[in-house]
């Protein structure tokens, strides 16, 4: 019942105004501004509000997503950005210091925010804690994980320097789990989970913020409140359960629409899709495209178009020879993000946002 209302109300004016006063509020004053000082980053939490109605004024990203690791121990049949595809461009499996340095530096005075992950699991980069540490003191710094990976150093790292975190927990049955994350064993990302949750909730700072993501598919559909029960209960922060895209136009085996639709929810209506005759149609989305809110660089330093442009079809430039800040105000960046934000772009046909 609570599940149909919460479906109902999803991106209406009720839910953008609980949305502000639950999350929103909160997040600005008690994470991001006073957190972060019992950290001790005066300088990241103070500035935070001025950088952030600056860039709302000069109509700028306040999220810049990085591509650290194009590599994955799983193997999830519908990823949305699959390791394989993004290491093919790059050819890189992590990315280089170096070039993370640069990229970062080249971000200076801009975003206030980064995401960590794109395509792969996060946790491999051999170097993740030095990534983190560059990082911390001057932004709001979240990843995605499978918790497949979680030791103790890693998760040190976690706790110590990310301010969100976000897990994939599609499922709440052995069976189900590890029928769509293809390779996890569903005991152990519990373990690492309750684990994580645990030093998060002992440290003095309550950081990271720990957000739970459950991708409905058609083993789990039924398991989404026991899920968020079993997560709220040990402190998880913030839960989603989240419509799943086939990805069709993402798969280098060439399966298509009427191979992958089994994997869709049957009873759950949280969905992506509209059946028609000829098959599916993407659903009109109420949530606005995230161009203008946050770009995704690659590991070499390639900006792509969005999270959906995993091959680079759409050249905008390399943040390793160009600062962002300044291949951000070009006319030619200008005129794509306006062309993605009327859906214009051939990608934006088949991309479900
Ligand atoms: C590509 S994963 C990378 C991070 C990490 N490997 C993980 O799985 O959490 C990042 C996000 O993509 C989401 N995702 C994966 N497959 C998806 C699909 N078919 N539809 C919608 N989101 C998907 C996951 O839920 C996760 O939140
Ligand atoms: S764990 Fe993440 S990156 Fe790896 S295959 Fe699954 S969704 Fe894709
Ligand atoms: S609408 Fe276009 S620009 Fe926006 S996410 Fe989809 S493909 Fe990317």
């Known amino acids: 019942m609570i599940s149909k209302i919460r479906t109902k109300l999803r991106y209406t004016f009720i839910h953008n105004i609980f949305i502000f006063f639950r999350y929103t509020l909160h997040d600005v004053l008690v994470i991001r501004m006073y957190r972060s000082m019992l950290r001790g980053y005066y300088k990241k939490a103070l500035t935070y509000p001025f950088k952030s109605l600056v860039n709302r004024i000069k109509g700028r ?24 595809i993004a290491r093919e461009s790059t050819q890189k499996k992590h990315i280089d210091i170096d070039a993370y340095k640069k990229i970062i ?46 030791d103790d150093r890693r998760l040190s ?14 499922g709440h049955s052995k069976k189900s789990f590890e029928a769509y994350r293809i390779g996890a064993d569903f005991d152990k990302v519990k373990e690492n989970i309750e684990k994580m949750m645990k030093a998060r909730n002992a440290s003095k700072v309550k950081l990271p913020l720990v957000t739970a993501t459950f991708l409905i598919n058609s083993f789990n559909e039924t398991e989404v409140d026991a899920a968020r029960s079993y997560l709220k209960g040990l402190g998880v922060d ?21 191979e992958l639709v089994e994997w869709l929810p049957i009873e759950n209506e949280v969905t992506l899709y509209d059946k028609i005759d000829e098959g599916l149609a993407f659903k009109d989305q109420k949530a606005p495209c995230s161009i203008w809110r946050s770009p995704v660089i690659r590991g070499d330093g390639e900006v792509l178009m969005c999270c959906h442009d995993l091959n ?9 020879k160009e600062p962002f800040t300044r291949l951000w105000d070009t006319e030619g960046y200008l005129d794509i993000r306006n062309k993605a934000a009327a859906r214009q772009h051939a990608m ?3 991309c479900g946002k």
């Not at 990203?61 to 699959?82: A, G, M």
């Not at 895209?245 to 399966?255: A, I, M, P, T």
């Not at 680079?312 to 390793?320: D, L, R, Y």
């Open 61 to 84: 990203p306040k999220t810049v997503v990085i591509d650290i690791v194009s590599v994955c121990n799983l193997r999830c049949p519908l990823c949305s950005v699959p390791p394989d």
């Open 105 to 150: 530096d080249s971000l200076a005075g801009f975003a206030t925010d980064l995401s960590l992950v794109y395509s792969g699991e996060p946790l491999i980069h051999p170097k993740f804690g030095d990534i983190v540490g560059y990082t911390r003191e001057r932004y709001f710094t979240n990843t995605i994980t499978n918790a497949t990976l979680m």
């Open 157 to 170: 790292y976690i706790i110590d320097g990310l301010d969100y975190v976000q897990i994939s927990y599609d």
């Open 238 to 258: 913030r839960f989603f359960a989240k419509p799943i895209n086939l990805n069709v136009h993402r798969r280098s085996d060439g399966k298509g629409e009427e």
């Open 312 to 320: 680079n079809t759409v050249k905008i430039g390399n943040v390793i």
């Open 348 to 350: 934006c046909k088949i």
